[in-house]
């Protein structure tokens, strides 16, 4: 222990710069995060000064973890791994009570006044933060998996700051590739259960490297390591058989099982318009489809859809699975499957009768513990949320800032006939039993959000499935009534629609035209 | 007498590159031995390799009785390594430097410390990277010592130095040479002659020879033989003779197993009657270049063969 802190010292020594200026970046967030909070309380009242408020925030976050990441390298650094030159390699210097003594550096420089701001900025709300202390300790623990352990990584297998930034280049063209690559790789983007094993891979290998140096300095199976994390990882990506996954995690409903919702093909609106191609030369089709079926107090997530299609020639066209991020809701009737298709391909067959099969992967969810909560004035506590208030000027909304964590999975419904909203001119009176809805969750298994602040802005926008476009948005205001309820994933499942005789042309996304006559403008 | 280090058939490869083709080496603990031979010979490899700074292709080596691949941690606080190369901490003063180190050895010796950086004439409030290069190696060489290690291992640490500096150095090297055995690797052979105990010449990764230096010196001597008219050389000639050259009546050669009485006989067998003969001791460095050129030859095929040493 003595030499921990004896190698600790000399570090904080050496390396007070960049300690002052990351313990100054912590400090200024935490001064601009409540300065922030005060400007979002009084919306309005300064607006430059809010957007300036926003912008300093802004730059903070951005150059805390960057001062972070530079004190990291730096401290590993002063104690290099690599070559064979360093003095400290022939002292008495023993591996663990070096790593110890980094360790101590990051957690002393790093998490320590992270830490201080996160129970400063719980307590100035409002939060006791003792009652955090798991969430507070998992963000820390966040922080050292996206951020810290990535970098010490690089530190330890590079003995200059510009081979750090070299290293990065290369790992950023690496992501970038793979980012690239997981666009064309068919479902990849939809199911995220190889996510975990590529994450605790990566994790692992990135642990082991860090051990390896610090034990034996063989910076040569440490870089191949790295290489053999990445071919892993490649591998992981394109080599998963997504829609195996798919279709083991979301069951088909069996005949004779109860089906949770009904969906059905409607035939296609006609908006009027031409039909339009977005910038990568894609056609976007719609499918308007009919929704029933929900339980009351059930809600559908559609985790995905799958559309495959087939043309009278025998040509097969199936994009994977995608994540369209739709909620269906017990009274809602309708609800659109959008799928982009290659233009040549479209214009090959858009005309033709062709046989869609639609495949849907969803979660049903139940409501818990329903309750009914008037929506106080001001600023008011509500369970799970933290502190809200109620936004009316810009989008309606009910704000609120919730400590560590976002809710698990809050359901906030409302009637809009009894809003207490004013009616606005053209306004028009909803009927009863219009319900609208604002629904957040985060993946239960997921750790507190990693981030900085320790306070998680979560915003609640009502809206009605079944309103119009026309419609206003609907809103609570003070002494609106609401109920709340905390939806629990109760089954996965997977149904399968089938449609004959779809001429995709009917259904491809239409854009007005305007036409303007010139002489008439000129006139 | 137990031995400080000791190597067995050590070989380092870097790809196609042998830089050490099978060392066998043992250094008795309290010599002071230098470690010759010129450069590219593989001396620094061999210390890396000692240090557990690099790893051996093949072959082990033994500091101080240990493995030296587990030679690690608390290990070198009985060692005193002092590098040419060496990469100092030096945004550190050099009072910092020797602060620092203190704690890493529990045998520091706060009074020996200050004699060093007396004798050393050490500017203590100065930045090691502000140092000149002599200055720097005795900063090192005072923390390397302070701490009255077993072993003193130095790779080079003399060049670039100016002589005064480099006594110096010596002096205190010696002053320290009762408690501790010295293991000096240098390419220049003078200026380990003067205080070395053992001497061991590497060449092309392997040891040539290794011993006492006393012994050494007294083995070899160049030879010069005076004839009455310009003799005859025999096809072969002793093994132990090297560089034979003659010029008109004179012969001059390197005998490097002397012996007066069995050298003399020998002359006397291979050339009979000898109008003078005059042994000559020699230098280190001499003696160094004697077998450095008969090695030469004998890689080059261009002289007689080597002679057995």
């Known amino acids: 222990m003595k030499q921990i802190f004896h190698i600790f010292l000399k570090d904080a020594c050496r390396y007070w710069r960049e300690s002052a200026v990351s313990i100054a970046l912590v400090t200024a967030f935490g001064w601009n995060e409540v300065r922030g909070w005060a400007h979002q309380n009084a919306f309005g009242s300064d607006s430059a000064d809010f957007f300036t408020s926003k912008y300093l925030l802004g730059l903070v976050v951005v150059l805390l973890p960057v001062a972070w990441a530079f004190m990291v390298v730096r401290v590993i650094q002063g104690e290099t791994l690599v070559g064979d030159r360093q003095f400290w390699v022939t002292r008495p210097y023993e591996w663990k009570k070096l790593l110890g003594a980094k360790l101590l550096y990051v957690l002393t420089f790093v998490n320590l006044p992270l830490v201080a701001l996160q129970v400063y900025l719980l307590s100035k709300v409002g939060f006791h933060p003792a009652t955090y202390a798991v969430g507070l300790f998992w963000m820390q623990v966040s922080i050292a998996l996206y951020l810290l352990l990535p970098v010490a990584v690089l530190a330890v297998v590079t003995s200059t700051m510009v081979q750090v930034l070299l290293a990065s280049l290369i790992i950023a063209l690496y992501v970038g590739g793979m980012v690239a690559l997981s666009t064309q790789v068919p479902s990849s983007s939809f199911s995220s259960s190889s996510d975990w094993l590529s994450g605790g891979l990566f994790v692992g290998t990135g642990l082991a490297i860090i051990v390896l140096q610090y034990a034996r300095r063989d910076t040569m199976k440490s870089r191949w390591l790295m290489v053999g994390l990445a071919i892993v990882l490649f591998l992981f990506l394109v080599g998963t058989p997504y829609k195996t996954l798919v279709e083991h995690n979301f069951p088909q409903i069996g005949s004779g099982e109860a089906v949770p919702m009904q969906m059905a093909l409607l035939p296609p609106e006609d908006p009027g318009g031409i039909g339009v191609f977005n910038k990568d030369g894609e056609a976007e089709v719609q499918l308007p489809m009919s929704v029933g079926g929900i339980t009351p107090g059930d809600i559908i997530q559609v985790d995905g859809v799958l559309v495959e299609i087939r043309s009278p020639d025998g040509m097969r066209w199936d994009p994977g699975w995608t994540s369209p991020g739709l909620v269906l809701y017990p009274d809602q009737k309708a609800t659109k499957a959008t799928f982009t298709i290659k233009k040549d391909l479209f214009e090959r067959i858009k005309a033709l009768p062709v046989q869609i099969r639609i495949s849907i992967a969803f979660t049903v969810f139940r409501e818990r513990n329903r309750r009914d909560f008037i929506v106080p004035t001001g600023e008011f506590a509500m369970a799970d949320a933290g502190l809200c208030s109620v936004e009316s000027t810009f989008l309606p909304k009910i704000q609120c800032r919730a400590p560590v964590h976002g809710p698990t999975s809050l359901l906030l419904s409302t009637d809009m006939s009894m809003s207490t909203c004013p009616l606005e001119k053209g306004d028009v009176p909803a009927s009863s039993g219009e319900i609208a809805r604002a629904w957040t969750r985060n993946d239960d298994s997921a750790p507190p959000e990693p981030g900085i602040s320790p306070m998680k802005d979560v915003d609640f926008y009502f809206s009605n499935a079944n309103a119009s476009s026309q419609q206003r948005r609907p809103g609570v205001c003070p002494a609106s009534p609401l109920v709340l309820s905390n939806p629990e994933a109760v089954a996965r499942n997977r149904i399968v629609l089938d449609a004959d005789g779809v001429r995709l042309v009917e259904y491809q996304t239409k854009q007005m035209v305007i036409t303007i006559d010139r002489s008439a403008v000129s006139r | ?309």
């Open chain 2, 1 to 309: 007498m137990s031995k400080a280090i000791r190597t067995e058939n050590l070989v380092k490869r870097f790809r196609k590159v042998e830089a050490l083709a099978g060392l066998d080496m043992v250094v008795p603990e309290g010599a002071i031995y230098a470690f010759a031979g010129p450069n590219g010979a593989g001396k620094t490899t061999a210390i890396k390799i000692l240090m557990n700074i690099a790893g051996a292709t093949q072959g082990r080596a033994e500091v101080l009785g240990l493995d030296s691949m587990r030679l690690a941690g608390r290990n070198f606080a009985s060692i005193g390594y002092v590098s040419e190369n060496q990469e100092l901490p030096e945004w550190m003063r050099v009072d910092a430097f020797l602060a620092y180190l203190r704690p890493f050895y529990p045998t520091w010796d706060r009074a020996l410390e200050n004699d060093l950086v007396k004798q050393f004439d050490l500017p203590l409030n100065r930045k090691l990277k502000n140092l000149s290069r002599g200055m720097r190696m005795k900063a090192a060489l005072a923390g390397a010592l302070a701490f009255h290690p077993k072993l003193v291992v130095l790779d080079e640490p003399f060049t670039g130095l100016d002589p005064l500096v480099r006594d110096e150095l010596i002096q205190g090297l010696l002053e320290r040479a009762e408690e501790s055995t010295i293991f000096i690797s240098s390419h220049d052979l003078a200026e380990v002659e003067s205080f070395a105990s053992h001497v061991g010449y590497l060449e092309r990764g392997k040891l040539s020879f290794s011993e006492e230096l006393t012994s050494l010196v007294d083995r070899f001597r160049e030879v010069e033989l005076t004839f009455d008219a310009p003799p005859t050389l025999p096809a072969q000639l002793p093994e132990t003779w090297m560089q034979l050259n003659t010029s008109a009546a004179v012969v001059r050669f390197v005998e490097s197993r002397f012996d007066a009485e069995k050298t003399s006989s020998a002359v006397r067998s291979v050339f009979g009657s000898v109008r003078s003969t005059l042994f000559v001791p020699m230098s280190l460095r001499s003696i160094f270049l004697a077998m450095a050129k008969a090695g030469t030859a004998l890689r080059t095929g261009a002289g007689t063969k080597r002679a057995d040493l």
